[in-house]
């Protein structure tokens, strides 16, 4: 059975050894860490051509074909970032380490997966599309914040525990 978050203090620490163990040792973690990056590139990339097809009505076929891979590259990390929590805590999706940032990942491709509905099914405006898909942008930037912070929670862990045992 695999063992739940401990406490340190007021705080839960993110993983139990063991499950940092099998964190590090995971070929998952290295394709989380190349996909985040790229990932947010595309974004970066997709939003300044949705921001140029609204400021100038041009751009279409760009602003959509970045959407699109957007998404691609969204489903990708998502597919990916469940295999590795199964590995890591023996679960698809909804650890409780993790469960927040996958309340909110749930949001972004829901978002996301509105778009190209939309976007196949032919439904509404290419205006009304860009903003749908926006509108997952966002709620991305919030969902990537909340990664990079439990990153930062993860990697400040061996610090806290060492000054702990002082």
Known sequence: MLKQPIRQGRSVAIYTREQRLRRDASRWTLVQAILAPIQFLVFLCST????????????????????????????????????????????????????????????????????IVMLLGRMGSPETQLWVALAGYLVYVINAGQFLWKLRLARLEPVARMEAAS
């Open 48 to 115: 300044g051509l949705v921001a140029y097809y609204f400021l100038t009505g041009s751009g279409l076929a760009m602003a959509t074909a970045s959407v699109v891979l957007k998404t691609f590259c969204l489903y990708a990390i998502m597919i990916t970032g469940a295999i590795w929590e199964k590995e890591v805590f023996g679960q698809h999706l909804f650890a409780p380490a993790f469960f927040w940032e996958d309340a909110v990942s749930m949001i972004v491709i829901a978002l996301h997966t509105a778009y």
